[in-house]
Each structure stands twice: as C-alpha cells, then as structure tokens.
C-alpha cells in the first residue's frame, strides 16, 4: 500500500464540537415532544442535517411533515450556533502539522455546511489543499460521493489515498470511495469503527499516520 494524499474529516477528528451537535440535536427534537439517547445523533455523525431527521423519524416508525423537519432543523441550526463552544483536537493538529513537510495533498471533507467550516478553519493554523464542505454534495455520508469529490481534484487512485475518521457512515463513505480508512476513537468505541481498515486511539494517532505513509501496516 502505497498512500500519496491523506484526507481528514472535520468534527469529532480535527475540532472537538460532536458533543455540542448532539446536544442541539437533543434539544430540537425535545421541543417537538420527541426525546432520544445521544447514540442515536453520535451513529449519524455525517448524515446531512434533514436526513438526519428524516432517519430518525423512519426508525421510529414516525410520520413526520416537512414543516415539522424544518422546524427542527431550523431549530437545531440556531441552538448550535448559539452554544457551542469547541477546541481543536490537539493530536490531529500535531498531524497536520507534521505532515506539512511532505509535500502531498491534505484534504479535509465534512458535513458540515461551508459557513461553520469557513469560522472553525479561519481559526486552525494550516491550509488544507481540498475542502469539500455539506453545501457542495448532492448524497452526504455514507455515500461515497463528498470523498470521490476530493480525489477527483488529485491524479491519484482512490487506492492511494488515507482517509481519517471517526464516526461509522464516515468509515462506510470512506471505504466505498475506493480509500484506505484510519478510524480514531474520539467520539465512539470501536465496536462502531469495525468496517475501518485500522483503529487508533487518539494519542496513537499521530505515529500510526506516519508509520501508513512509509508503507507500514
């Protein structure tokens, strides 16, 4: 295995702001009467934000309107931006910056719509070659769809690229594009990163990463 670009994905791996969704999550489903565990938004991680309702709802056997989905996307958008507060994950950073040097692609897909993703990255101290942000996909996460969009933009084969994740659509999103998936244990245990190709604890991360670049497994 050789890996020529390595992509991140965004919360939960590079910024620590996968509580703070969760919570908004909680709260604009309550205010509908509807209550669920936090598992339920933590295994969803990726999902674009009205899928995301749409799916809770169909697991529940709910007959939802359009109107109450907006409401609660509304909802959950405003509660998010009003209280969340988020650092950045200091392994991932010390990655990053590691490998600068190297002089490959370093890509960065999410979910998240572009607005969030242009404050949170005006905050990190490096430049991502790629970003491939929630507003410029048509199938978010597990579709294989945000990360071919990246490599589309490098002359280099699916194959040849490590994906960093940390949520199981993710993983499922990552392995369908063709890539090579580093799951790290930030938000979930690994019983819900088996489909990764490797699991790391987070403190791990940084060694694992440049061990995959010399062809190490």
Excluded at 156 to 163: A, R, T
Aim: aromatic content about 10%; charged content about 30%; some cysteine.
């Amino acid at each position: 295995m050789k890996i020529k670009a390595v992509c991140f994905d965004m919360d939960g791996v590079v910024v620590d702001t996968m509580r703070y969704h969760v919570e908004a999550w909680r709260h604009a489903f309550n205010i509908k009467g509807y209550e669920h565990d936090e598992h339920v938004f933590y295994l969803r991680e990726g999902m674009p934000g009205k899928k995301t309702i749409k799916d809770v709802f169909e697991v529940s056997n709910v007959d939802a309107s359009e109107e109450i989905i907006e409401d609660i996307y509304v909802q959950k958008r405003n509660y998010f931006k009003k209280n969340a507060q988020y650092d950045f994950i200091e392994e991932t950073v010390s990655t990053l910056k590691s490998l600068q040097n190297l002089h490959i692609p370093i890509a960065l897909v999410t979910g998240s719509r572009k607005e969030f993703v242009n404050e949170v990255l005006g905050k990190l101290p490096f430049t991502f070659h790629t970003i491939i942000t929630g507003d410029d996909v048509k199938e978010g996460k597990p579709a294989p769809e945000p990360y071919l969009l990246a490599m589309d933009q490098h002359p280099f084969d699916p194959s040849e690229w490590l994906v960093i994740e940390n949520a199981p659509l993710g993983i499922q999103s990552a392995k369908s594009a063709g890539a090579y998936c580093l799951a790290v244990e930030t938000t979930l245990d690994q019983k819900y990163l088996k489909e990764a190709d490797q699991i790391v604890k987070c403190k791990d991360l940084e060694q694992t990463v440049e061990s995959l670049l010399k062809g190490a497994k």
